[in-house]
T-cell receptor, first 115, second 113 residues
Framework: EPEVTQTPSHQVTQMGQEVILRCVPI?????FYWYRQILGQKVEFLVS????????KSEIFDDQFSVERPDGSNFTLKIRSTKLEDSAMYFC?????????????FGPGTRLTVT | DQQVKQNSPSLSVQEGRISILNCDYT??????FLWYKKYPAEGPTFLIS?????DKNEDGRFTVFLNKSAKHLSLHIVPSQPGDSAVYFC????????????FGQGTRLTINP
């Protein structure tokens, strides 16, 4: 069964450093998302990406964040200058091209720890 | 911003009995609802969904009920099995826009043998 994969599973970085979180969505999916979950809190939407551009972003997704689909398979989230409060689980998700299909399929997540 | 709420942080059910997980929402623009199951150190796994034009959807042991007038949905698991022990998230989406998911806080379900 096709699945979303994410690397690395755990990333430790120092405050102010740049990190890139990587995702390989399900191959025939066209809609891509990043969510995050701070420990003990809800899963929160960060950004959606379709047709090679951002379709929606949340208030959390400020100028420090960017997303890219550099080739036909990878989808990346970059945080330019990490802060302590960026420590969270980051989940990538993808959705099929069928506009009536709302189901999003999630990867296993990357645990980001900012020290 | 609590558009989707799961008021029970935890629920304990005996194996073989019915588990009922509840979810309330406030945004009347939501027209699709999903339940996800999450084990520790894994991503959310899609379980079952329901469109706002329906009031019930069933898939094996899992049934989701939607009461639009009350802005309430529930997930029934019967019979409950030990492998069902996990955190369950309710999520909602609007047809318009990016169809992002808005999640509830989750309910930790424990099935006791």
């Amino acid at each position: 069964e096709p699945e979303v994969t994410q690397t690395p599973s755990h990333q430790v970085t120092q405050m102010g450093q740049e990190v890139i979180l990587r995702c390989v969505p399900i191959s025939n999916h066209l809609y891509f998302y990043w969510y995050r979950q701070i420990l003990g809190q809800k899963v929160e939407f960060l950004v959606s990406f379709y047709n090679n551009e951002i379709s929606e972003k949340s208030e959390i997704f400020d100028d420090q964040f960017s997303v890219e689909r550099p080739d036909g398979s990878n989808f990346t989230l970059k945080i330019r200058s990490t802060k302590l409060e960026d420590s969270a689980m980051y989940f990538c998700a993808s959705r099929a091209r069928d506009p009536s299909s709302y189901e999003q399929y999630f990867g296993p997540g990357t645990r980001l720890t900012v020290t | 911003d609590q558009q989707v709420k799961q008021n029970s942080p935890s629920l304990s059910v005996q194996e073989g009995r019915i588990s009922i997980l509840n979810c309330d929402y406030t945004n009347s623009m939501f027209d699709y609802f999903l339940w996800y199951k999450k084990y520790p150190a894994e991503g959310p796994t899609f379980l079952i969904s329901i469109s706002s034009i329906k009031d019930k959807n069933e898939d094996g042991r899992f049934t989701v009920f939607l009461n639009k007038s009350a802005k309430h949905l529930s997930l029934h698991i019967v019979p409950s099995q030990p492998g069902d022990s996990a955190v369950y998230f309710c999520a909602a989406s609007e047809y318009q826009g990016a169809q992002k998911l808005v999640f509830g806080q989750g309910t930790r379900l424990t099935i006791n043998p």
